[in-house]
């Protein structure tokens, strides 16, 4: 059976590679004979750890970004530090997010934390006298260790992330909604002669990335329209028609990042109307 903490690292992953070598990693605890089997778990989870980390960080996003310093100075290479701000972060300045989001020092200090949880994990990879052959009584002990140190990893990498994207809701709210509201779609036009948009209601929002230079919003919500058939004058004459309704939307914009969110530019894609029900 498998344990709470297991199911919650399991919960964690992003993609089936991930999940795949977790289950892997497991295996090789089995092995009873085998007198390296807690080393090949401890660097399995270590490399777990770094495709994590490598997915949430893709190399070309992290060297984009206006913070990118090549801190390791080997030609392409990315610091693990440089990959946990990313994943945390994404392309967003350390001062953007101090003046503009939260205090700085706070993410900092997750950052450390986040590092600290590797270290245990490479802790226990190299084979020595001390960790060859380890009694299945120490195994039980660090495995206990590592696993939790792997899913601090995620957590925080994870947990962080979101202090950001729930402090961005608010503050892109009011920029969005100025900016939809010149956004008509031509499956309104077919409906009637004429047309106003009176109100765009957004329902949901979703910042589902943070890049190197922009945030990724999908939203969903309600466009208010009123429709009209005829001219103005078919109104007055009691010969045209118009009524009020509402159609659920769905868009995704970019916000490209500048110095403050008041300087952001928002770039509208795919602000699709659905009028299927109007047909129905």
Not at 70 to 87: C, F, P, V
Not at 101 to 107: G, K, S, V
Not at 216 to 226: F, L
Request: charged letters at 30%.
């Amino acid at each position: 059976m498998e344990s709470t903490e297991i199911s919650q690292i399991k919960t964690l992953l992003k993609s089936q590679f991930e999940k795949d070598l977790f289950d892997a990693s497991l295996e090789n605890l089995k092995e009873k004979n085998n007198k390296i089997r807690f080393n090949n778990f401890a660097y399995s989870i270590r490399e777990l750890s770094r495709h994590f980390l490598h997915n949430l960080s893709p190399d070309e996003e992290v060297q984009k970004c206006v913070w990118y310093k090549n801190e390791t100075e080997i030609a392409g290479q990315i610091s693990r530090g440089e990959r946990i701000k990313y994943a945390i972060q994404g392309g967003l300045t350390d001062k953007f997010v101090d003046e503009e989001i939260i205090e700085i020092e706070t993410i900092i200090q997750r950052k450390k934390e986040i590092k600290d949880c590797v270290e245990i994990l490479n802790k226990y990879t190299h084979i020595n006298l001390k960790t060859f052959d380890v009694s299945q009584v120490n195994i039980d002990r660090y495995t206990e260790q590592i696993l939790s140190a792997f899913k601090n990893f995620a957590e925080t990498i994870e947990n962080t992330h979101n202090i950001i994207i729930d402090e961005l809701y608010e503050k892109i709210q009011d920029e969005f909604i100025q900016h939809s509201l010149y956004e008509i779609a031509d499956s309104v036009d077919i409906l009637a002669t004429h047309h106003n948009l009176e109100e765009i209601s957004p329902t949901k929002y979703h910042i589902s990335k943070i890049e190197s230079k922009t945030m990724k919003i999908e939203t969903d919500g309600v466009v208010y329209v009123r429709l009209q058939w005829g001219s103005n004058s078919d109104l007055r004459k009691d010969i045209g028609a118009e009524m009020h309704t509402s159609f659920p939307f769905n868009c995704n914009i970019n916000v490209e990042i500048n110095k403050t969110l008041e300087d952001a530019t928002v770039e509208i894609e795919d602000f699709l109307i659905d009028t299927s029900d109007w047909y129905e």
